[in-house]
């Protein structure tokens, strides 16, 4: 699945409330755009990227590990897939629209 950044679909500007909040509208994107092909991530993901911003404080980025754990990962259901996905955090000096704070990519199996 393609990049995911916390926008609101209609106005395309990001979702106010820093990197946590971005992460959660960009799970509900994901699972969005994962539901128009008959799909859940909540089912099918396999892999995680999340690319954090450089910049995000040390509490910010234990908030975003924390949020993609009780946003996504207590509600898996691993039957499909076999074993719970791969998570990788990356952190990159600049994210698009210039000042996002995560990047979400899904590998996910049908």
């Known amino acids: ?7 609101d679909p209609p106005t395309m500007k990001l979702c106010p409330g820093g990197a946590t909040a971005e992460l959660e509208l960009a799970l509900q994107n994901s699972e969005a755009v994962a539901n128009a092909f008959s799909s859940s991530i909540y089912s099918s993901a396999i892999h995680f990227l999340v690319y954090c911003s450089a910049q995000l404080t040390s509490d910010e980025k234990v908030e975003v590990e924390q949020t993609l754990q009780s946003s996504y ?12 996905p791969t998570v990788l955090y990356i952190f990159a000096p600049d994210l698009p629209k210039g000042y996002a704070s995560c990047r979400f990519y899904i590998l996910a199996r049908k």
């Not at 699945?1 to 926008?7: D, H, T």
């Not at 990962?73 to 691993?78: F, P, S």
């Open 73 to 84: 990962i207590t509600r898996l259901d691993c039957s499909k897939t076999g074993s719970y």
């Open 1 to 7: 699945m393609a990049g995911q950044l916390g926008l």
